[in-house]
Structures are given as structure tokens and as C-alpha cells.
């Protein structure tokens, strides 16, 4: 007799019937490990297969799905090293080319005779064409379904899964599992906003009957998010609203005379940030503030002048920086101008070793150090301040919350600063950092030169290497960046070794540097600084300078494979230039075919130089959870909802949640039981109510 297997919410997929331990790492590909993972599992989108188009019937520049029979699949090499998948598909009524570029892998996968689902834009080319759809390829049993009207959800994929294997699991689950499903908000919010029970929307995520159905399953899965993202917000803001920290207020002995030191006027945006600032560290309350703005906009400064006003109360000032060479340069830059204040600082990173490190230890305990620049090593159990006043994180997506809050526990309720370099569009910020003041430094210093982006092509790097050969006998400096260190039998892609001796070889008469992550500290502090000095005409480098290099004699900037970052990413690295008064230029080598879409990212990059206008693309092409490090912050993930399409919603839970912990603090009526049980299993996440 064989044992019988009862299907739970939290049962692991495995044990859904036709699974088993080796199909299950596919769903596990797409994030699905248990029952609960599955049938919360949001299609990217839907097909209505009552719209399939004959091909006869296909229109240039509509989106279309047909259904068809492969007739035809070869492989063929086109210039550029680009590889080129095409298949005939036929149906009763005609046929059409498919095409995808640099897709040699699908050659194995159909087969002459297969039924293929095609989705995607007619495009024209001698003919009508499809190229680079989305695709299906179904059974006969999946071709009637298709063609009586049903409404298809299209799911994530991976290769060994098919949107046929996911369907039937997700049956085979509802069948076991709907009945579990317990609902998490009262009737008095789903009555107000018309919203479906929970368990009717999951159904009707996956089985709808007509779109409008799908659409209101969605609608309401992605409140349930964003409210319960808000509630944990707004619940940590009351908290911290309560504590007692340390009131700071300036004196102005040392911050005056920052002010005179630097060699240029503060921005009205920094004075006014400052301003905000300083009124915040004045309060018995502890600051929890958010400072963002775009590259080069003077986010340190306003930074430091906030940790002097820290030192002037007799307490010391931490940054913690993600890498090492961000918080080498932190500190080379910034401890000079320290030094004529007679400001004690140091740095501490994990590189720092044997007595060095025991000394530093030893000045951070005994307050003799008083601002501290490092990375997650001053986290460390062994490492203690002697009265932390301030904690500042600089590019706080890149931690994680419990580091976030390992540092600020090194104090007893220190003021805390937190710099993103990363710009977000203000109605996301207020929502997504809502328990933290916001402060925004948009515009740049008046000094700053303009600069200039372009793509250019393989065939062309000679005429741009000769631009760059003048600016350098103009006495302006080079970078030279590459996605990788050391050249891979896997990723056909330039490294920084290779490139080095392609500019070594182009440039004879130049002296040209190379750094990265995997060089030893005092090596690349040292090269660092032999750039900074002029010494080298020309920096190759990893992403290693992406953020904290600040040169400005430099110039110039060559991207090598861009296609290989993201628009931030790309931002950031643009950023080195342009610090100076002339007018700087950054290349973009492209030496390959890239798709449609990649193309489209780097052109948009090339014809903007805003970071927010950058930022809100980035949304829309990778989402935002990519974008904004939702992992991040100690919340629950927002997997579902688009914090910008969906900012309607966003906006309407969030002020729900606001009200309730208003009007109910401890969430302790019987009304919101419901709401208590699921808070209790977020239980681990809301308590960290401090950091953001």
C-alpha cells in the first residue's frame, strides 16, 4: 500500500505529484522552494488566447501571439561573431520567420514538427517577422486548452520548466492548499477598498476567468504588500519617535573654520541640507535621516560638516563606507583637511593588521580617535567607541540591515546619517524610507564642467584613442574601465590585464596604472595616489573607483563592454569625471551585437547626464526591487507590486497603515487579529525598528 502524501503550505514542492527532489531545483531557480512559494508565484503577464492571430491576419508594430507548427530550425553566423536562431513556423493560414540573436542554445531545442507558441512585435524585415519573442513550446493537449478562449498566466522560466509544469503544480497545490490560505487584513479595509479575500485572489491569480479577474487578484496581493510594508515603517517611526539620544548642538569652533578651509563656496542646496541637519542633531530625539543626490553633488561634505558637529560635543563621528578603497578614500581625502583642524582620525579596514589594528582599536576605545572612517570591520564584536555621537553609512543599499544596525548599536542611540548615491524619485523615497527624514542635494558646484557621453564603435577606437592623446598632452588624466580582472574561458569579455597592454601599447609615451579589488591595500592606495598626484597619465581599473574617487584633472573615461552594466552603475562610473572646470568626455566601447533593449539603455544613458532622470529608467527596466535593495531594509519584500506603477496603491496603504498604528499603536484590537497574526510572523524583521 502506498502512504498517502497530505500537500501543506509549507510542504516542499518536491512532494507535489510528477516533482520529486530533481525537478524541484528548477522551481527553485525561480524562487519557488514550497507549496506557499508556489501558488504566490505572480505571473509577468497574461495571454488572452482567445485574441491568437492567424498569421495571415499579423499587422507590422502589433504585439501578437500566434500558435504554429516548426517547419524549418537552423543556426547561422552573422557578422560580429553574432549568432543568429531561425525557425519557420506555420499555421493554416501561413507562415513567418522567427528570429533570436545570440540564442545558439535554442538550435537543440526545437525541433521540426514541434507546436510553438510565439508572443511578441511584428517587426518587418523583406517580411514580416518576429524576433526575439516570447515563446512556448506546447502539446496538443495545451493547443485545445489555447484555443477555447483561456486565459494563459505567462510565469518566470527556467531551462527543464515549462509554463505546462508550473500550471499543473499550481493545480495540484490549489486543490491541497487553498482551503489553508488564512486571510490577513479585516473586513473593514477589504470592504473599504473592494478588495477580493486573500484566498480568492491567489485563485484567481492563476486560473482567471476573464482578465479583469487577474488584474483584481493582482490588485489585491500587491495592497497586502505595500501595506504591510508601511505598517512595519510606520510602527518603527513611532518607536524611534519616543527614544532619548544625545542633543548635539553647534558651536561652531570647528565647523566655521571647515567651511573657510575648502577651496570652493558651499551649493545652496548643501547650506540648506545643513541646516536641516543640524536642527535635527540639536534635538533630544536621535536623527534618522536619509541624504541622496546625484553623483557629485557634495554629499561628503555635508556629511563631514554634521561629524564635526559631533566632535565639537565631545563625541566621536564613524563612517562606514562598503569597500575598502571608498573608505581609503574617504580617508586620504578628507584626513587632510581634518589634520588643520586638529581633528584625530583613522582608518580601519579588515586589511589593517597585527599592531596597526591593535593601536587603532585602542584609539577608537579611548576616545583619542575622533572621526573614524572604515568598512563592516568596524562592526566587529572587538571593536567599541568610547561615546558615539553620529554613525554615517555611505551607500547604505549596498549593506545589509543587520550591519546597518550593528554600527549604530556601537552607541546608545547615536544620531544616524545615511548617504545614497543612488537617486531615487522622491514620491518612492518618502514611501520606501517614510521613518526617516529625507533630505535631496539635486544640484552640482557651479565649477563643475560639462560632460559629454558617446558610443563608439570597435572600428572607431583609433580615432578616439587620438582625442584622448591630446587631452593628455593637455596634462588631463585617463580612466579606462573593464567589467573584469582576469580574462575568462567563459565570458568573452575584455580584462584589465588585456586592456592594460592594448593602452601600454597605444600610448607608449604615457604612464599608465592599473587597480582593482584582488591588489593589496598599501598598493592601491599607493597607485591611487599616484594618480591623484598626476604621476600617471592614464588609471585601468575594475569598478573598484565606481564610487569615492574624486580627481579633478581627470578628463577622460573609457567604458569598455557597457553593455555589461546597469544605468547606476554606469552613472556612478561617469561620475569620476567632470569634477573639475573643464569639459570632460566619457566613451563607451561597443564591440558586439547587443539586443534591441540593450542598446536602447546605453543610447538613453548616452543623452542623459540627470542621475534622478537615470534612476527612474532603472525602475523600469530591472523593477525596483533590484534598484532599491528591498532586501535590505529589515521589511518584507516587495515582490509583487511596482513601486512606481503601482504608487496609487502604494500611497493608499500606506495611509491606511499610517492611521491604524495612530489610532491603535499596539494593534491590539480584535478587529485587527488578523493583522497581528501576520505582523507576528514578520515578528523577526520588525524588530529591527531603528535602521533603515
Known sequence: MVKKTYLKLDSQVQYIKGIGPKRSLYFKKIGVETINDLLFLV?????????????????????????????????????????????????????????????????????????????????????????????????????????????????????????????????????????????TLPQSITKKHNLMSLSEAVYNLHFPTKIEKAIAARRRLVYDEFFFFELILAKRKMKFMNETGIPLK??????????????????????????SIVNNMEQLRPMNRLLQGDVGSGKTIVALYAMLVSVENGYQSVLMAPTEILAEQHFIVLSEILKKLNVESLLLTSSIKGDERQTTI?????????????????????????????????????FGVMQRAALVNKGINPDFLVLSATPIPRTIALTLYGDLDISMLKEKPPSRGEVITKIVNEKKKGTTFEFVRQEVSKGRQVFVICPIIEKSEILDLKSVNEVYQEITGAFPECSVGVIHGRLKTAERMSIMNEFRCGNLSILVATTVIEVGVDIPNASVMLIEHPERFGLAQLHQLRGRIGRGAQKSYCFLFLNRYVPPETFERISFFEKNNDGFALAQKDIKLRGPGEILGKKQHGLPDIKIGDLEADKDLLFLARDDAFEL???????????????????NKLAKKAQLLRIG
Open 661 to 679: 498604528v495612530k489610532k491603535d499603536p499596539e494593534i491590539s484590537s480584535s478587529e485587527y487579529y488578523v493583522i497581528r497574526r501576520k505582523l
Open 250 to 275: 553647534e558651536n561652531g569652533k570647528l565647523t566655521e573654520k571647515f567651511v573657510r578651509l575648502l577651496p570652493f563656496q558651499l551649493t545652496k542646496g548643501q547650506t540648506e541640507v545643513i541646516k
Open 362 to 398: 585602542q584609539k577608537i576605545h579611548s576616545g583619542e580617535a575622533q572621526i573614524i572612517f572604515g568598512t563592516h570591520a568596524l562592526i566587529e564584536e572587538e571593536i567599541m567607541f568610547k561615546n558615539l555621537g553620529l554613525a554615517v553609512v555611505d551607500e547604505q543599499h549596498r
Open 43 to 183: 505571473p509577468r503577464r497574461y495571454i488572452d488566447y482567445s485574441d491568437i492571430f492567424k498569421i495571415k491576419n499579423l499587422k507590422i508594430n502589433n504585439e501578437a501571439t500566434v500558435i504554429g507548427k516548426i517547419q524549418l530550425v537552423e543556426l547561422q553566423k552573422i557578422k560580429n561573431r553574432v549568432n543568429l536562431t531561425k525557425i519557420l513556423l506555420t499555421d493554416d493560414s501561413g507562415s513567418i520567420n522567427i528570429k533570436w540573436f545570440n540564442r545558439p542554445d535554442l538550435k537543440k531545442k526545437f525541433k521540426v514538427g514541434d507546436w510553438l507558441l510565439i508572443s511578441g512585435k511584428v517587426s518587418f524585415f523583406y517580411d514580416r517577422q518576429f524576433v526575439n519573442p516570447l515563446y512556448e513550446i506546447i502539446s496538443e493537449e495545451e493547443i485545445m486548452e489555447k484555443t477555447h478562449g483561456s486565459i494563459i498566466p505567462v510565469y518566470p522560466l527556467t531551462d527543464g520548466l515549462s509554463l505546462w509544469d508550473i500550471k499543473r503544480a499550481i493545480k495540484i497545490s490549489l486543490d491541497a492548499c487553498l482551503d489553508e490560505i488564512r486571510e
